[in-house]
């Protein structure tokens, strides 16, 4: 399809702007809450000296995924005696659910992949939760937890495609790229092995080649050139990653099919299964945050901003700021997991070590909005593939008024008979452009919900009439982009190893050593660090 066909359809449709959003949409900002992270910056010359002092056998900070997973690797080895801080009201991180007019839906994170053997740990933690059971000498999953089908759908020249490649108007040449595309896949997969977590295999002598370009070059190189393709994979980066083809190197390119899926071209054999789908809930990866959080009890101590951590001979004194009370905490403890994101952890520590200063130097970071929309009824839908659980709309000329990941469907999963009311999530990821970071946070939200709506209205008109609420999420450092370098970094490699003295009390967990942000990375990074705590 050529770009003036896109075009040219949007024309038939309401044009952008036209239609003003309506002003009794309710909502405003929610979520993260960059104010309190914005309090690291800078002296801390207001901030008051430490009220109290508590004691502890071990203190985690931050509450994302990895955080949450070296908490329960503690209990499972029956260590009570914990503390774990949390910047936010609630723990999670970029995983957290919500709720927008009584319905369930996603404030980040919105479904795992089925894991595969490499990632046992996710495994266990899933039949921990009765999600993945024994039948019949087999595992099995829960169907109430896997995604129903139809489970994607491309908005594409005026109508819905099921899947999200590109099939309208597919030429020769982009048939032939497919096929290129999934040949050299295959190819890369019998080199070396791509796992999730990554960390489970070193790389080899052809993945550091790949890491060390960025797969617009690698594409270049291999002279493939359809719109088509380069618009999928562009999609599939941005929506993995945070940033497009330019921008991630080739070996997160590959790896986002060789670890899984593969890349079945349209009319060839579906390669081999190696996993069994996609695991989701309403609330998206909330769930799962949600049911490790739920035994921790008094441990689980939110609304804490980390100040300081300094490693001692004997052991780890942190300062947290409490920000109900505006007092000062100071947590002593044996031993340290710093679950939070590099550069954070590089700014509170003192003395950081010379691996994570240059860890954290090293990374890039790609900023998100996610919009949740309520509509208090269902859309009329446009001819082609049925309403899915993830819609998209193609923009392969990179059309700025087109910007969006599309939108998740928070009532999919429900077994309503007759479609109603529902929440549509919606994603717009920003690249690595400094000036991005800036805008999200300059916006109003009122700005954002024009440009939601405006976006959605494309596929929906109606969309803009059946709105009642839509609420923001900002997150200016949503996840690490695996730029090139990144996997064969000697500093990332270093923080998961035991540090020397004097930091040989702090331990690193998080989804930024792996290089990209996914929730199997994450998980393994804190359970690896809870089970290998002294």
Known sequence: MKRRNFLAAASALPLIGCSPAPGDIAGGFVGAS????????????????PSSTQRTRMVILGGGVAGLAAARALRLRGIDDFALLELEDSAGGNSRGGQVGGIACPLGAHYLPVPGDDAAAVQDLLEELGVRQRVAGRWAYDERHLCHSPQERLFIDGQWQEGLLPLQDMDTATLADYRRFAGLVQQASSQ??????ASKSPL????????????????????????????YL??????????????????????????????????????????????????????????????LGHRLKTGRVVLRVAAGKHSVEVDALNAATGTVERWQAAQCVLALPLFIAARVTENPPPALRQ????????????????????????????PSWDSVLYNPGGDPRFPGLGYVDAMHQSLQSVPGETVLTYYRAFGLAPAQRQD?????????RDAVLAELAVPHPDLPDKATRLEVMRYGHA?????????????????????????????????????????EEAFSQGH???????
Not at 214 to 229: G, I, K, V, Y
Not at 528 to 534: E, I
Request: with cysteine; glycine share 10%.
């Open 359 to 386: 860890a954290a130097a090293a990374l890039r970071y790609a900023p998100w909005l996610v919009a949740n929309l309520h509509l208090g009824a269902a859309l009329h839908d446009r001819p082609g593939a049925a």
């Open 204 to 231: 080899a002598q052809s993945q550091l080649a790949l890491d060390a370009i960025t797969f617009e070059a690698w594409l270049d190189r291999q002279r493939l050139a359809s719109p088509a393709l380069r618009w």
């Open 34 to 49: 960059h104010e309190r992270g914005h309090l690291l910056r800078g002296e801390k010359r207001g901030i008051p000296q």
């Open 440 to 448: 999200l946070y300059a916006r109003p939200w009122a700005h954002w």
């Open 528 to 534: 690896g660090r809870g089970m290998a705590l002294a």
């Open 234 to 295: 562009d999609y599939c980066c941005r929506d993995d990653y945070g940033a497009g083809l330019a921008s991630v190197s080739a070996w997160a390119g590959l790896h986002y099919f060789a670890s899984r899926h593969g890349f079945q071209a349209p009319g060839e054999p579906a390669p081999a299964e190696r996993d069994g789908g996609v695991l989701t809930w309403p609330e998206g990866n909330g769930w799962l945050t949600r049911q490790l959080a739920a035994p």
């Open 192 to 197: 070396a092995r791509f796992t999730i977590p």
């Open 479 to 519: 996840m690490s982009v695996p730029v090139p370098g990144l996997r064969g970094n000697a500093a990332l490699r270093a923080l998961q190893q035991p540090q020397p003295a004097p930091w040989q009390r702090l331990h690193f967990a998080h989804s930024d050593l792996a290089g990209y942000s996914v929730f």
